[in-house]
């Protein structure tokens, strides 16, 4: 493990040119004492590694040093070579030079790991799309990609959906697709900001160069992002009891209804399961869709919100009993 640990400093090293102790040990995921002494060793192995003090200092190699590393490991010429997101790269325009890239990797690997590479291909394949992958239209993508390229400034028209749409000066930072649905992030007036992409009716791309901010990271970008946008999401917690005949089914209505924690039977076989929903109204017609097979337990207004709904729907339908009857007396 320590000698895979010495080879990807070097690797980290040679594509950053400079990365900091503690950069080190996150992509590691060791401590910042054990890169010190990775670094250590390498230097006593004749690896020209150095550290700058200060800011914007951290572990380098000398200028010009290179190793050809080979020797790639069954598993990492498998996770190469596995079904790409070909939908994805073709929204990109890039579906056939990822086709040429791999084969040229196909090409250069040894003879003796080739069957690695084709026994991964042909036994997973990846589709990101989803079930109800959504028509939207891209039709500016290949203009944003463009701009996020070479960093120049958009002006764009985006529809907010009901309200009317908006114009726009952005600094296109870059490209995130959320399942099959691509989202432009980028900076206005020093705000972060996030457009779906076919939501955007016009787009022009301007001769101004966009400010990117400094040591913008995008992955980081987005995590945070998705995380802010979940944790603002409408919450109402329930629990209930349900029978095992419909546990397997709980799951179905999406995002509608999530299981966050569940108990084990109890005497009867039973399971209490505590959900998370928008709001108590969707709580309260996702119960009643299960009928008696499941049980609001708490809170105690969802029960009682339940169980008065489930009586105005039995008075509805003997009103409509009674009514069909008298219009059949009527004809007689």
């Not at 900091?20 to 004749?46: K, Q």
């Not at 955007?200 to 970008?221: H, K, Q, S, V």
Request: hydrophobic share 40%.
């Amino acid at each position: 493990m320590r000698a895979d640990r010495l080879i990807s400093i070097l690797l980290l090293l040679q594509v950053h040119r400079r990365m900091t102790a503690r950069d080190l040990a996150r992509r590691l995921e060791v401590s910042e004492r054990t890169v010190h002494r990775d670094m250590e060793s390498l230097s006593m192995a004749g690896i020209p590694v150095y550290a700058e003090r200060g800011v914007g200092g951290g572990w380098a190699l000398v200028d010009e040093y290179r190793t050809n590393l080979t020797g790639l490991k069954r598993e990492e010429i498998q996770a190469l070579f596995l079904t790409q997101p070909h939908q994805l790269l073709a929204d990109l325009g890039l579906e056939k030079a990822s086709d040429a890239a791999l084969m040229k990797l196909f090409a250069a690997i040894p003879s003796t790991n080739r069957g690695d590479a084709e026994y991964a291909r042909q036994r997973i394949h990846i589709d990101v799309t989803g079930w109800h992958r959504p028509d939207e239209a891209i039709t500016f993508l290949p203009l944003i990609q463009q701009a996020v390229w070479q960093e120049r400034r958009l002006e764009i028209t985006y529809d907010r959906g009901e309200c009317d749409a908006v114009e726009r000066v952005v600094d296109p930072l870059g490209l995130v697709a959320k399942g099959s649905v691509w989202y432009l992030v980028s900076s206005v007036e020093g705000e972060m900001r996030s457009y779906r992409v076919s939501r955007i009716r016009n787009a022009r791309m301007t001769d101004e160069i966009c400010a990117r901010p400094e040591g913008f990271d995008l992955a980081r970008f987005w995590d945070q992002s998705t995380a802010r946008f979940k944790a603002s999401l409408p919450r109402y917690a329930a629990t209930v009891r349900v029978s095992p005949e419909i546990f397997p089914r709980l799951g179905f209505a999406g995002r509608f209804a999530r299981i966050e924690k569940t108990s084990e039977p109890d005497e009867e076989g039973w399971l209490t399961v505590d959900m998370r929903f928008d709001v108590e109204e969707i709580a309260c017609e996702y119960v009643l869709g299960f009928g008696p097979q499941i049980e609001v337990i708490e809170p105690e207004s969802l029960r009682e919100k339940v169980v008065e709904m489930a009586r105005s729907v039995i008075e509805f339908y003997e009103q409509r009993s009674d009514s069909k009857k008298k219009r059949a007396s009527h004809r007689l």
